[in-house]
């Protein structure tokens, strides 16, 4: 009796197994995941430049150069911020326009410089990096790139510079001499003469010149997502990018971070391949 009472029960649940199987489908379809999103190539290169401004060994996406890429520089122009008294990235808007004045009261002046000879290129492709990432030039370039935002009254902390041959005070000894590339003052980059660092005050009192050959190649090549660049046939030039880091954002209100804002134009002591030598 026991027997037969396990085997009806048995028979109930094969029964009721096999409804369960006809009514599911034997081949359900298969979990779609969603796709990831799309990245843009402009949202690309942000993304990967944002992180380059933090360590040089990350990778670079190139992208075209947009058609617009004038109207799309003019338009990260610097705005005066709605609040005028925020410390946040060291001087106020207005303090920064109005530089640091001499013991005497006067604004200082630029040390007069005459236009370096133009240099002709064919092409330029992206500086070496040095195995020790305390030297070389994109080391350089870094150093030059936080002296321009102290300077400025942009930094935080104070910056160091050093006397090179002439005696001018630059971020590091190897260079002779470093201009600032103009993006958002005119109808077309420029190049500061200067002898010594382009603070918003000493810009405004400089002379411009247009840029040569080389500088052409280097800021379409930064324009494109590389961030420094020189010439085999001219080895003692760089060029590099200054992209907006967060401060910048305060006043460059239309940029996002790692936008290019501008360039450094680099006349050096030593070739740049030598700078990269351990």
């Known amino acids: ?165 002439r005696g001018i005070n630059v971020a590091s000894q190897a260079i002779d001499r470093v201009e600032l590339v103009s993006l958002l003052t005119e109808d077309e980059p420029s190049v500061y003469v200067l002898d010594e660092m382009a603070t918003p005050p000493l810009a405004r009192q400089a002379k411009r010149r247009p840029l040569d050959e080389f500088e052409r190649l280097g800021l379409d090549a930064v324009r494109r997502g590389e961030h420094l660049v020189w010439a085999p046939e001219a080895p003692k030039r760089m060029f590099g990018a200054i992209r907006a880091r967060t401060q910048c954002l305060e006043c460059h209100v239309n940029a996002k971070r790692g936008d290019l804002l501008g360039a450094f134009t680099y006349y050096l002591d030593t070739p740049v391949n030598e700078l990269a030598k351990p």
């Open 1 to 165: 009796m026991f027997v037969l009472h396990r085997l009806a029960i048995l028979s109930v649940v094969l029964v009721c197994g096999a409804m369960v199987f006809a009514v599911v489908d034997r081949n359900p379809p298969p979990i779609v995941q969603p796709a990831p999103p799309v990245e843009s190539p402009s949202e690309s290169v942000v993304l990967r430049h944002g992180e380059h401004l933090k360590s040089f060994n990350a990778s670079i996406v190139l992208t075209e150069v947009p058609t617009n890429i004038r109207e799309i520089e003019l338009s990260r122009r610097a705005q005066r911020p709605a609040n005028q008294k925020r410390k946040t990235s060291g001087r106020t808007y207005d303090e920064v326009l109005a530089g640091s004045k001499n013991d005497d009261g006067t604004l200082p002046y630029p040390k007069s410089a005459e236009p370096m000879p133009p240099t002709s290129c064919r092409s330029v492709e992206p500086a070496p990096k040095s195995v020790d990432s305390n030297s070389g030039p994109h080391k350089v370039h870094d150093l030059a790139v936080y002296e321009f935002g102290h300077r400025s009254g942009f930094g935080f902390w104070r910056m160091f510079t050093f006397p090179n041959k």
